[in-house]
T-cell receptor, first 110, second 117 residues
């Protein structure tokens, strides 16, 4: 079963704007990861944040994790048309399996 | 980064036939591989965990006799959809966890689009 929800389900912004996606989960985790998926393609790993971390950066990506609220956010700064894709959070717990969120479809308009 | 391949990338078959999908880790050994199914505009749902040299572990609601998984080597896992029906049409994605991995990062294949007519 899916771990949690992502919001918004869909997000449309202009190139250059920032995009923020949120993810909520239900059980305790070891880490939380964000993936990107272009239409009809496989997943690309973006960033991993461990349960004892609160914030992590990678290039134009910024991820936060609040374990007390069981939530995470992904911020993409200065978005580009090429950032158009679906973004999924995935949690990993004691079983070391990944459980995916429902995903956010991001559209960046040129 | 580690590379995982899937073959075929796309398959169209008639109802009642069986389809085999291969998942290979190209530059690392994977004791554990995972099979996911993704319906249009939905998230990935874990179907089963494939362990090299042992039986796969299936998620609740996934028929093990319909979705046969074989993980005969450290670089290859196969998923066979037996007696496929139109409702089995989906995007099937595998992932592999590295043989010596402290990290929980899984490496994903590019997916296989199955269409059952």
């Amino acid at each position: 079963s899916q771990q949690g929800e992502e919001d918004p389900q869909a997000l449309s912004i202009q190139e250059g704007e920032n995009a923020t996606m949120n993810c909520s989960y239900k059980t305790s985790i070891n880490n939380l990861q964000w993936y990107r998926q272009n239409s009809g393609r496989g997943l690309v790993h973006l960033i991993l944040i461990r349960s004892n971390e609160r914030e992590k950066h990678s290039g134009r990506l910024r991820v936060t994790l609040d374990t007390s609220k069981k939530s995470s956010s992904l911020l993409i700064t200065a978005s580009r048309a090429a950032d158009t894709a679906s973004y999924f959070c995935a949690t990993s717990g004691s079983a070391r399996q990944l459980t995916f969120g429902s995903g956010t479809q991001l559209t960046v308009l040129p | 980064g580690a590379v995982v391949s899937q073959h075929p990338s796309r398959v169209i078959c008639k109802s009642g036939t069986s389809v085999k999908i291969e998942c290979r880790s190209l530059d690392f050994q994977a004791t554990t591989m995972f099979w996911y199914r993704q319906f249009p505009k939905q998230s990935l749902m874990l179907m089963a965990t494939s362990n090299e040299g042992s039986k796969a572990t299936y998620e609740q609601g996934v028929e093990k006799d319909k979705f046969l998984i074989n993980h005969a080597s450290l670089t290859l896992s196969t998923l066979t959809v037996t007696s496929a029906h139109p409702e089995d049409s989906s995007f099937y994605i595998c992932s592999a966890r590295a043989f010596q991995g402290a990290s929980d990062t899984q490496y994903f294949g590019p997916g296989t689009r199955l269409t059952v007519l």
